[in-house]
């Protein structure tokens, strides 16, 4: 694996548990040993250099505060470790405090607190020492839905206003494409695609990549690459559409041979005489989720299984057939034996 | 109607367990604090006309005297409490001391077979004590330990060792282990961090390991009565048992509660830590 | 990997201490305990000990004083641990429900533990074979000479040490299960009351399966201290206990009648029975223990929360 970090980037490690995201940040915290190749923070290789000597900070999933200490103790552990004169340090834990609203709480014990303000406390304990480098494994998962969502902005603010780099672990898709600067896409110890969030959203290298981002993930269909009329087809027992000629050269030379196909759910709408009758497809209702703002219909194609997102005004029935319109700039395409993008 | 009666029965259980431990204490103090003319003619169960003459008896040291028709033998109580009070605060301290580095080895640092180590000082419970003062004795000899405290002591941290190592070590084992990383990140040393939040964090499970040796050096009256026959080194356990057959027995009961007092302080006091300590240790089984 | 190496040298460094203590005291007198039951080691005997292989162990096993002894000491050991798991488990259960008084009777019942035991034994010891001079002696006396008739000499005196034994284990087993019951997540239980209404099914189906491995511990302690307890009573009346249980008939034979090599093998025939019992605790309560080494990489996400409020 070889990633570079700019300074001040926020880069985000994501990827199914298991993948080496974590195993990855905490070879750059120096708490996992490296057997090969080498890890530098900005002109220093610190393949041997202990944790304490990295410039680094870290927030750890279950926050790994010191239970006896106060919250005020916890926050300047780390620079009464560094010798740090008493009144800087008094001024530097106020400032975090304040930064992140918990100044009430500094002569507390964690064990007095919520998950969310030890989650602060743990961000706390990590800016106020100014670190080259924040690492951050999956710091929000303890908490819960709408918590998770008001901390996910609060520390998009703070890396903004602190302009440090930061890598972040998690499993959340969500989280990463919301954070990151960049995203890097990890499965089992290999990095998958690097990219700007929109970019792994709208063109992912993999099946994998377009499968673990965005939610609901992309529909997938296995088609059959054919030739008719002049134009490239994919077809399955349930459906044919047309490929647009944008992607008819790259699929050319699959003629003959089984593909993945994808779609997203956003780019799947109920059909109206507007669309063209290569990009319809015949599908039955077979769950109907209204999520206030949009719909969610799960609806079988032929052998396949789709979801669709579509419009909170649609009205279907559990069961009955519909016509979905698909948005042919939208398609995906991927080997069946690289899972490449084609 | 149901719920109180349950509530009743509860509280009578409560009142039960309260009185079947306490009630051999408050007998046994009764009876010290009975003059010789009550101890014959009183009721057992209760003391009408209380006297600390048998407490005072204790104290009043210097030559051995008729008292009644009994010669009361030379009791230096004092000094009793003194040597008990070293044997017993060094026995804790040699005992953690060694407990605690082991114990993070084993529960923390792990090293191939930490579990058999763990087991076999464990094991060491099985060794019968009848007649294992012969060979102590030949050791405690070729150590240069005859009549001294640290023979006792000695003796006393191997038999505390064990039980200790193996709750410290469960504990250390269970501690989520970014509670170190953490530190490490922050910038401490594996020794700092440590001293500095492992060691405070185990607090509770070193009061139980504490209270532990406590109980098991208080246990022993046997390799105190043999170990030291110097009337000036003996413990109180030493010097009553071995006056016993001489020194009455209600000033001997006497010696035992006023013996007996700091200790039960010291246990009310840390009481709670040591279950606290021990509930730790236990957390996913130890 | 050198970090390993450093970690496991780390380990044996901070292991010594503990190790150099326990060999360098119990090393020598364990091994000179072993040697001296297979050699003719006497004090009446011939100056030099010989080597006389397991004649000792043939000679114990052919004397009926020593089945009876073994017997005796089972039965000791089995009838005071399970007076103190009937007394220490309901104290325990008692203890773990809310109550006003609870703080107080936990105080009660920690006491007899809290008193230290190689000095409170004397006091028992009077207060059970007073003196000819106290009020109620002469009910005690009857009570032990009726006793001594009925179960064979000493055994008053033995059925004091039990009586003793089970009073100050039975506070330290409640205690120490107290300590277990806190350990077990509550939801078990919740989640018991939801299933069955009985109480006895509940304490036989959920908690007791549950406090087994504190049970098993508890116990072994309880084994230890009751070896304890018999021989301060020997040493406190200079042996005047003669109910035949191994301890007292090493300790008759050792310091008696100086037949050394006959009182260790003796006392080392327990060792068999303990070891089952060490077997079977480990069984019970090692086995629970994850086996992940410390250095493999498995970030536990557990919160800190309950771990913490240790």
């Excluded at chain 2, 019968?128 to 002591?153: E, K, N």
Aim: some cysteine; aromatic content about 10%; charged content about 20%.
């Amino acid at each position: 694996m070889n990633l570079q970090v700019r300074d001040k980037e926020f880069v985000v490690l994501v990827g199914p548990s298991g993948c080496g995201k974590t195993t990855t940040l905490r070879m750059v915290a120096g708490l996992e040993e490296i057997t090969s190749g080498e890890i530098t923070i900005g002109d220093r290789v610190v393949n041997d250099l202990p944790p304490k000597d990295r410039d680094i900070a870290m927030v750890f999933q279950n926050y790994a505060l010191y239970p006896h200490m106060t919250v005020y103790d916890n926050m300047a552990f780390g620079l009464k470790m560094r010798k740090f004169p008493k009144p800087e340090i008094q001024k530097r834990v106020q400032d975090a405090a304040e930064i992140l609203g918990i100044h009430e709480l500094l002569r507390r014990k964690p064990r007095q607190l919520s998950g969310g303000q030890r989650q602060r406390v743990a961000v706390g304990r990590a800016i106020v020492r100014h670190p080259k480098v924040f690492l951050f494994d999956e710091p929000l998962s303890n908490l819960d839905a709408k918590l998770r969502v008001q901390m996910r902005v609060e520390l998009k603010r703070l890396h903004d206003r602190l302009e440090t780099t930061a890598i972040y672990v998690t499993h959340d898709q969500v989280e990463a494409m919301t954070l990151g600067d960049r995203v890097v896409v990890m499965k089992d110890g290999w990095i998958q695609q690097v990219g700007e969030p929109l970019e792994l959203y709208g063109r992912p290298a993999n099946k994998f990549v377009a499968g673990f981002i965005g939610s609901p993930a992309m529909n997938f269909a296995d088609v059959t690459i054919g030739e008719a009329n002049g134009a490239m087809w994919a077809e399955n027992p349930g459906m044919r559409i047309k490929i647009p000629a944008a992607q008819a050269d790259q699929l050319r030379r699959y003629k003959g041979q089984a593909v993945a196909f994808g779609i997203r759910p956003e780019d799947l709408h109920v059909a109206t005489g507007a669309d063209a009758q290569d990009n319809v497809i015949d599908a039955v209702v077979d769950v109907v989720e209204p999520l206030g703002s949009e719909i969610l219909l799960d609806v079988k194609v032929g052998p396949t299984v789709m979801v669709a997102r579509v419009e909170p005004t649609v009205r279907v029935k559990v069961h009955e057939p519909m016509r979905l319109g698909l948005d042919p700039e939208r398609f995906h395409f991927f080997d069946n034996k690289t899972e490449a993008a084609i | 109607m149901r719920r109180r009666t349950r509530a009743a029965g509860h509280a009578l259980a409560l009142a039960l367990a309260a009185l079947y431990s306490v009630f051999p204490i408050y007998f046994i103090t009764v009876q010290s604090l009975k003059s010789p003319q009550e101890d014959v003619f009183g009721s057992p169960l209760w003391v009408r006309h209380p006297t600390f003459e048998n407490y005072q008896e204790l104290f009043a040291g210097g030559e051995a005297r008729v008292r009644g028709y009994v010669i009361v033998p030379r009791v230096p109580f004092l000094g009793w409490v003194a040597n008990s009070t070293i044997v017993l605060a060094f026995s804790v301290v040699l005992t953690l001391g060694a407990a605690v580095p082991a114990a993070y080895a084993l529960g923390r640092l792990r090293p191939p077979g930490w579990r058999w180590w763990r087991r076999a000082l464990f094991a060491t419970y099985v060794v019968p004590h009848t007649i294992l003062f012969i060979p102590l004795y030949q050791v405690v000899i070729a150590l240069g330990l005859d009549d001294s405290h640290a023979a006792l002591i000695l003796i006393y941290a191997t038999m505390a060792l064990p039980f200790c190592i193996w709750i410290l070590s469960a504990y250390y084992g269970h501690l989520p282990r970014e509670i170190e990383e953490s530190a490490f990140v922050e910038g401490a040393t594996p020794l700092v961090a440590f001293l500095r939040v492992v060691l405070p964090m185990s607090r509770h499970v070193l009061v139980a390991a504490g209270l532990f040796t406590i109980g098991t050096v208080g246990q022993d009256f046997m390799f105190a009565s043999i170990f030291l026959l110097d009337p000036g080194q003996q413990t109180v356990a030493a010097g009553l048992g071995v006056m016993d057959v001489s020194l009455e027995e209600l000033v001997t009961v006497a010696g035992v509660n006023l013996a007996a007092i700091p200790v039960v302080l010291l246990c009310a006091v840390f009481a709670r830590g040591y279950v606290r300590g021990l509930t730790a240790a236990m957390v996913e089984g130890a | 990997m050198a970090g390993r190496a450093r970690r496991i040298t780390a380990a044996y460094l901070l292991l010594s201490p503990a190790l150099v203590l326990m060999l360098g005291v119990l090393a020598y007198p364990v091994g000179w305990e072993v040697w001296i039951s297979v050699t003719n080691f006497s004090s009446r005997g011939p100056g030099d000990r010989a080597f006389v292989g397991l004649l000792n162990y043939r000679a114990m096993l052919h004397d009926s004083e020593f089945w009876r002894g073994l017997v005796t000491t089972v039965a000791y050991l089995g009838v005071t641990t399970l007076a103190k798991l009937a007394l220490g488990v309901p104290m325990a259960l008692l203890l773990a429900r809310p109550s006003r008084w609870r703080a107080l009777v936990f105080l009660a019942v920690f006491l007899p533990w809290a008193f230290p035991g190689g000095i409170t034994v004397i006091a028992w010891y009077w207060m059970l074979n007073p003196p000819l001079v106290t009020s109620y002696a002469v009910a005690l006396g009857t009570l032990k000479h009726a006793v001594d008739v009925a179960a064979g000499g000493g055994a008053y005196a033995f059925l004091s040490v039990v009586a003793f034994n089970v009073w100050r284990g039975s506070s330290f087993t409640a205690v120490f299960l107290l300590a277990g019951l806190n350990a077990i997540p509550t939801e078990l239980f919740e989640y018991a009351r939801l299933e069955s209404s009985s109480v006895w099914q509940r304490f036989r189906e959920v908690t007791l399966p549950l406090l087994r491995p504190y049970m098993a511990l508890a116990v072994f302690l309880s084994f230890t201290s009751a070896f304890a307890d018999l021989a301060n009573v020997w040493m406190l009346t200079g042996g005047r206990i003669v109910f035949p249980v191994l301890g007292t008939q090493a300790y008759w034979l050792g310091i008696r009648g100086g037949q050394f090599a006959e009182a260790a093998a003796r006392s080392l025939s327990m060792v068999p029975v303990l070891v089952v019992a060490l077997a079977l605790l480990f069984r019970w309560f090692d086995r629970r223990e994850d086996t992940v080494d410390a250095a493999a990489p498995t970030a536990s996400g557990r919160s800190l929360g309950h771990r913490a409020a240790a």
